[in-house]
Structure formats: structure tokens, C-alpha cells
């Protein structure tokens, strides 16, 4: 199991930035492929990012492509999500997700993770 601590989550205005981290303990983290999800009050958990074990892949939903991005430190155990030109409607819950054992492209599917955080708040102010 891959336990997930995520961080850096906070109040901010439209327009500015945040980066999120998200700590892993386990051997399994460097094999593992992660994933950010959000949600947001009175809305279903959507997939927003996902990175590949090796971190040379990546893949983003449509509404925060060019504005965040994936990253991971496998040295550190931490993958993060810079999420830059933020807009009220980013507003939500972010969680962490891990898949262990990853191979192949990263997915947009929550089924697909094996372990979540507990998440972070990120608001964002008009």
C-alpha cells in the first residue's frame, strides 16, 4: 500500500498560483503511477492530471491544460500539481492518487488508482 499525504493547498485570488504536493511513503512509489483528482461541493470527483512512473508521460483534462502541470520526484517520494492562472471555478478538494505497479500510459480513471489522500482545499476567490 502507498500512503498519500497532500499539501500546499490554500486560499488564493483568480489569477494567481499554488503548487500542490503530494507526499508517498512505500518502496512502491517509483513504480507507482500518480494522479491528481478534485472535487468540488455538490459535484463528482473528476480527474484532472495523471503522471507515469518514469514521469515521461503525462495527461491533463481539457480545462487546465497550459495553466497546470504534473510533476514527480521519485528521489523525494513527492509529486506535485502547479497549478498557475487559477479561476474560481478550480475551486475543490484536490486528492492524491497512486496506482502501484504502473506500467503504460497514465489514465484519467479513479478506478484505476489503488490509493488516495485525505485531500487538500484549494479556493480560489473572484
Known amino acids: 500500500q502507498v500512503q498519500l499525504v497532500e499539501s500546499g493547498g490554500g486560499l488564493v485570488q483568480a489569477g494567481g498560483s499554488l503548487r500542490l504536493s503530494c507526499a508517498a511513503s512505500?518502496?512502491?512509489?517509483?513504480?507507482?503511477?500518480m494522479g491528481w483528482f478534485r472535487q468540488a461541493p455538490g459535484k463528482e470527483r473528476e480527474f484532472v492530471a495523471s503522471?507515469?512512473?518514469?514521469?515521461?508521460?503525462?495527461l491533463y483534462t481539457d480545462s487546465v491544460k497550459g495553466r497546470f502541470t504534473i510533476s514527480r520526484d521519485n528521489a523525494k517520494n513527492t509529486v506535485y500539481l502547479q497549478m498557475n492562472s487559477l479561476k474560481p471555478e478550480d475551486t475543490a478538494v484536490y486528492y492524491c492518487a497512486a496506482r502501484r505497479a504502473s506500467a503504460g500510459s497514465p489514465r484519467a480513471s479513479a478506478p484505476y488508482y489503488d490509493d488516495w489522500g485525505q485531500g487538500t482545499q484549494v479556493t480560489v476567490s473572484s
Open positions: 512505500g518502496r512502491t512509489f517509483s513504480n507507482a503511477a
Open positions: 503522471i507515469s512512473w518514469s514521469g515521461d508521460s503525462t
